[in-house]
């Protein structure tokens, strides 16, 4: 469970770094399943050259979601990446709603 200020420091955290995508999947007409339909998927993510935030965020929701770290190019430091699906996602969204800063969907 979160206090408030771990909540306000998150959505603060995810405002700059974070995005919220949600994906259509069409999937097409099989024997037990005779009409084509789309699902849908949620994904939040948050990325950063600071793993420990990542780690921190991650621990803060029972270490559920995929954490990857990408190759950096020379030069450039190191990007950590934190992968929430949609029953962690939704999870996450709901605690933090009330700091995030509303945008207009781009």
């Known amino acids: 469970m979160l206090n408030e200020i771990e909540k306000a420091y998150i959505a603060g955290f995810f405002d700059g770094?974070?995005?919220?995508?949600?994906?259509?999947?069409?999937?097409?007409?099989?024997?037990?399943?005779?009409?084509?339909?789309?699902?849908?998927y949620l994904i939040v993510a948050m990325s950063n050259t600071n793993k420990e935030i990542?780690?921190?965020?991650?621990?803060?929701?029972?270490?559920n979601g995929s954490r990857y770290s990408g190759i950096p190019y020379e030069g450039c430091k190191r990007i950590y990446r934190l992968t929430?699906?949609?029953?962690?996602?939704?999870?996450?969204i709901h605690e933090i709603y009330p700091y995030l800063s509303k945008k207009e969907a781009s």
């Open 17 to 40: 770094e974070g995005s919220v995508v949600i994906s259509p999947s069409k999937r097409k007409r099989t024997e037990t399943e005779p009409c084509e339909y789309t699902d849908y």
């Open 54 to 63: 990542i780690d921190f965020i991650m621990s803060k929701f029972g270490n």
């Open 84 to 92: 929430l699906n949609a029953t962690f996602g939704k999870e996450f």
